[in-house]
């Protein structure tokens, strides 16, 4: 599409690429997501300046559909080599503060908390540093920071854009929509070859399934021709994507379910449902964060019930008809 280009990103982890955009704004470039900041990151970001004919100083802002480190962590880098503003919602603005500055203590938090639904001692270890080195994989954080809100229109050169709220993958996740091209710039809200991660952390708003699902209904009333996501290949047929998320989504609560049966723990609930043997350590905290917010959203429906025991420890069970 005329003025925007994709700008593939390397992952140290199996996702292994991330896609940011540049478009043109006028004589200088708007950045969209900003990928994991390493060097084979930074390099790749050289590469596309030089191919793409970009001078870092026309650069005139950096727009982030969520903070997510995969699409933040390269954000306060940019800054400092254009001078250019960060941009995203209020939302996800206040998590990045949370979660990935210095002094920040959200990986013993998560591991706790998966500790407390059944990860193992040695695996809650292992989360808590794989979290803490991708927290240094986000700094420099920005020192400029701009709050983006949900439907106030966005123009980007010639381009207007709606900024719409599609929570679930994140708490405050943006996508951002050009109806007189029937362009969606997604992030992670839709994706093609695989689904959208739906997790509950410690620190996660309630029933973020329940959010994502309704986030998928607002986007089916878009007229959507190309949508752009942040990772795999474009979306042409955008609809029926939607619905294949709605039906993987209904296929997992009720393998979810069947596996609670009298009595789990999400650990053992998620190593039903995934197989154990073919996780890194990095896929397994986004696998228990998934299980989670599935039993969330069965224990809202009343399909299952959460049992805290006396030692601060969780179980799921199915609750009787």
Known sequence: MEGIYQVQLPLPFPLRIVNTYLLRDGDG?????AGLNYPPGQAAWREAFARHDVEPHEIRRIILTHAHPDHYGMAGWLQAL???PVALSAGEAAFARSQWHTDSRAHETIATFFGSHGLPPDLMTTVAEDIARLRMMTHPVPSTVLHL??????TIGER??????????????????????R???CGDAVLIKITPNVGLWGWSRGNPLAQFLASLD???????ALALPGHGPPITHFQERLEELRIHHAERLEAMERAVGSGATAY???TAVFPLQELTSHQMRFAMAETLAHLEYLAVQGRVEQIEHANGAYSW????P
């Open 82 to 84: 254009s001078g250019a």
């Open 317 to 320: 069970r199915r609750r009787q």
């Open 160 to 181: 207007l854009f709606i900024p719409i709220a599609t929570p679930g993958h994140s708490d405050d996740h943006l996508v951002f929509y050009c109806a007189e091209e």
């Open 268 to 270: 053992e609930v998620c």
């Open 218 to 224: 607002r986007l089916a009333e878009l007229d959507v």
């Open 183 to 185: 362009l969606l710039i």
């Open 29 to 33: 470039w708007t950045v969209i997501d």
């Open 149 to 154: 809100p949900a439907g106030k229109p966005l």
